[in-house]
């Protein structure tokens, strides 16, 4: 039973062994030059003006939900159009239950004024 798991143990030692070695050795290999302007804080090529615990305006964290619900969105359709033939009317089915949610959602979006900016 044990030597079903052999190989996996294999696969994470060598792959902890590599991972710390790369490390190590770019610690090592490395010029290490620090100067002033290298570690001077860097945001969008002008001086920070602003904490960086200040509070963001919420359209950013919507756009971003909106960005990761239609990137899902296209994450389910790839494997679901190669599958097609296997999985049926069930599964078609399925699938245009899945998008008319994320297109009520996107209309409901759209009305409400989220993917207008100003």
Known sequence: ????????????????????????????????????????????????FEDARMKFDVR??????????????IAFLFPWAIVLDDI????FLAMVVFLLVLVVGFIYEWMRGALEWE
Do not use: H, R, W
Request: contains cysteine; hydrophobic residues 55%; glycine residues 10%.
């Open 60 to 73: 950013y964290y919507l756009v971003a939900i909106l960005f990761i619900l239609f990137d899902l969105e």
């Open 1 to 48: 039973m044990l030597a079903n798991y052999l190989p996996i143990l294999l696969f994470l030692i060598v792959s902890i062994g590599l991972g710390f070695t790369l490390l190590v050795a770019g610690k090592l290999l490395s010029p290490s030059k620090p100067s002033a302007q290298k570690n001077s804080p860097y945001e969008c090529g002008f001086e920070a």
């Open 88 to 91: 049926g009317v069930f599964g």
